[in-house]
C-alpha cells in the first residue's frame, strides 16, 4: 500500500545528543515536509522540500538540519542546538505542492522525549 | 508574516451542527485548507478553499469569504467519532501550509 512511514514510532534521547527521524514516501510525491506539533497546539513547519537536493527552511528551522537526496526520503536530524527538542515530529508530503488542492499527507508521527 | 486564529474549545451534541471559525492575516493567499487530528495519530485531510464559497463533502462543508479574511468548517449530524482536533490551514504561496492552533470537538451524547 502506499503512504509515509515515519520511524521510530517513540525515541528517547539524551540532552546533548543529536538524533535523526525517517520520513520514507511511495507515494512518488515531490514535495516533503517537516512539521512539530507540541501539546495542545497546532502544527509548526521546519523544513520543506520541492525537488531532491533543494529544501528551504520553515518557521522554526533553528536547531534542526534536512537532507533530500532521494525522492521517496527526506530525514530530519534534531541536533543538540534544539533547546526544547521533546515534541512530536510529523513528515508531509504531496505531489506537486499544496498551491491546487490544499492537501497534505501526513505519516503517523515520531514523538521524540528528551531525558 | 501570517497568522491564523480559531477557538480552542467547541462542545456540541450527538446529531447537532457546529461550525468552526477560522480568521486569518496574511500578505499572500492561495487556498484554506481543513483537517482533522484524533488523539496521538495524524493529521488527515478534509478540504479546500482556493475561491469564496461553500466546499461540501458529505457532512462536512468548508465555507471561504477572502474578502473577511475568514473561513469555516461545518460539521453536521455530528457523532461521537467526529470528536477530534480540527486545524485550519493557510496557504500563502510558498508551496507549504500554516496551520492555525487548532480546534478541540468534544461530542456528547
Known amino acids: 500500500d502506499g503512504g509515509i512511514t515515519q520511524s521510530p514510532k517513540y525515541l528517547f534521547r539524551k540532552e546533548g545528543q543529536n538524533v535523526t527521524l525517517s520520513c520514507e514516501q511511495n507515494?512518488?510525491?515531490?514535495?516533503m515536509y517537516w512539521y512539530r506539533q507540541d501539546p495542545g497546539q497546532g502544527l509548526r513547519l521546519i523544513y520543506y522540500?520541492?525537488?531532491?537536493?533543494?529544501?528551504q527552511k520553515g518557521d522554526i528551522a533553528e536547531g534542526y538540519s534536512v537532507s533530500r537526496e532521494k525522492k521517496e526520503s527526506f530525514p530530519l536530524t534534531v541536533t543538540s542546538a534544539q533547546k526544547n527538542p521533546t515534541a512530536f515530529y510529523l513528515c508531509?508530503?504531496?505531489?506537486?505542492?499544496?498551491?491546487?488542492?490544499?492537501?497534505?499527507?501526513f505519516g503517523e508521527g515520531s514523538r521524540l522525549t528528551v531525558l | 508574516g501570517q497568522s491564523l486564529e480559531q477557538p480552542s474549545e467547541v462542545t456540541a451534541v450527538e446529531g447537532a451542527i457546529v461550525q468552526i471559525n477560522c480568521t486569518y492575516q496574511?500578505?499572500?493567499?492561495?487556498?484554506l485548507s481543513w483537517y482533522q487530528q484524533h488523539d496521538g495519530g495524524a493529521p488527515t485531510f478534509l478540504s479546500y478553499n482556493g475561491l469564496d464559497g461553500l466546499e461540501e463533502t458529505g457532512r462536512f462543508s468548508s465555507f471561504l469569504s477572502r474578502s473577511d479574511s475568514y473561513g469555516y468548517l461545518l460539521l453536521q449530524e455530528l457523532q461521537m467519532k467526529d470528536s477530534a482536533s480540527y486545524f485550519c490551514g493557510l496557504d500563502t504561496g510558498r508551496r507549504a501550509l500554516t496551520f492555525g492552533s487548532g480546534t478541540r470537538l468534544q461530542v456528547q451524547p
Open positions: 496574511t500578505s499572500g493567499f492561495y487556498g
Open positions: 508531509a508530503s504531496t505531489r506537486d505542492g499544496v498551491k491546487k488542492t490544499g492537501e497534505l499527507f
Open positions: 507515494l512518488n510525491h515531490d514535495a
Open positions: 522540500s520541492q525537488i531532491v537536493n533543494d529544501f
